[in-house]
């Protein structure tokens, strides 16, 4: 079974703070996602990656960077992190190579609160 | 991107009765279509998918089926049960475009007892 961890449950951070979620699966898979899921928004894809070094920009990159320097592992960055984004971010893999056509597999989420 | 409309937004129905939930889609490229399940407090887990050159898969209680030519495919549950309330979502997609992994708003199903 694809295991999705995601290093923390929750997180308190305080504004501006630089922020680092991450997440890592055991599948092999080429292609990570983060996600943020917010009550009635639904899951907005924020970034994701098919390949080690490659990302591509999702529908609100905005505010966030993510970094993959090996195949396992996908972090998403707050650089200075606002109130507006206190939520749950989700991350997912999916194998490849052709992304989109597979299910996505996620991790329990973090939920992070900007005070 | 892809709009996607889920509906209804929440769906309450009696222990035994049918549920139906539809995604309307924009993008008549799409070529995959699956349907999530996340309960409360649960990361979302796929519960059925179809692609686009099958009109309908089924799968126990739950059953997908899809409508190219009108862009919607919706999600039915037969003989419910308290373990199916959940929110639901569809994520309609375009192979080789992460930008078409574009969820819908979900859908709240409560089965009552």
């Known amino acids: 079974d694809v295991k999705v961890t995601q290093s923390s449950r929750y997180l308190v951070k305080r504004t501006g703070e630089k922020v680092f979620l991450e997440c890592v699966q055991d599948?092999?898979?080429?292609?990570m996602f983060w996600y943020r899921q917010d009550p009635g928004l639904g899951l907005r894809l924020i970034y994701f990656?098919?390949?080690?070094?490659?990302?591509e920009k999702g529908d609100i990159p905005e505010g966030y960077s993510v970094s993959r320097e090996k195949k396992e592992r996908f972090s998403l960055i707050l650089e200075s992190a606002s109130t507006n984004q206190t939520s749950m971010y989700l991350c997912?893999?999916?194998?490849?190579?052709?992304?989109?056509?597979?299910?996505?597999?996620f991790g329990n989420g973090t939920r992070l609160t900007v005070t | 991107g892809e709009n996607v409309e889920q509906h209804p937004s929440t769906l309450s129905v009696q222990e035994g009765d049918s549920a139906v939930i539809k995604c309307t889609y924009s993008?008549?490229?799409?070529?995959?279509f699956p349907w999530y399940k996340q309960e409360l407090g649960k990361r979302p887990q796929l519960i059925i998918d179809i692609r686009s050159n099958v009109g309908e898969k089924k799968d126990q209680r739950i059953a997908v089926t899809l409508n190219k030519t009108a862009k919607h495919f919706s999600l039915h549950i037969t003989e419910t049960q308290p373990e199916d309330s959940a929110v639901y979502f569809c994520a309609p997609a375009l192979s080789g475009s992460a930008r078409q992994l574009t969820f819908g708003s979900g859908t709240q199903l409560t089965v009552l007892p």
């Open positions: 599948m092999d898979h080429e292609n």
């Open positions: 997912a893999s999916s194998p490849g190579p052709t992304w989109a056509n597979s299910p996505l597999h």
């Open positions: 990656s098919y390949d080690v070094k490659m990302k």
């Open positions: 993008d008549s490229a799409s070529n995959y």
